[in-house]
């Protein structure tokens, strides 16, 4: 391809991954006191069951969600 059609390329995948980043960083200053206790409970504990982490999530009222 050409080498024009590679910029657009590297433009188009920049684009994703500033979106993706700016999604992160909101999905982080929302969920960050939720984040920070799973990952406590994981410092401590090394591995958590699929309930456990329901549990920690429901307490925290945290609701899934899809970025894009």
Known sequence: ???KFGELI???INKA???TLVSAKQIV???GKALKTI???LLEKETI???EFAA???KMK???QTIG
């Open 62 to 64: 945290v609701k899934p």
């Open 49 to 51: 069951e699929k309930e």
């Open 29 to 31: 200053k929302k969920y």
């Open 56 to 58: 920690l999530v429901e």
């Open 10 to 12: 590297d433009r188009e």
């Open 39 to 41: 990952a406590d409970t």
């Open 1 to 3: 391809y050409s080498e």
């Open 17 to 19: 991954i500033d979106l």
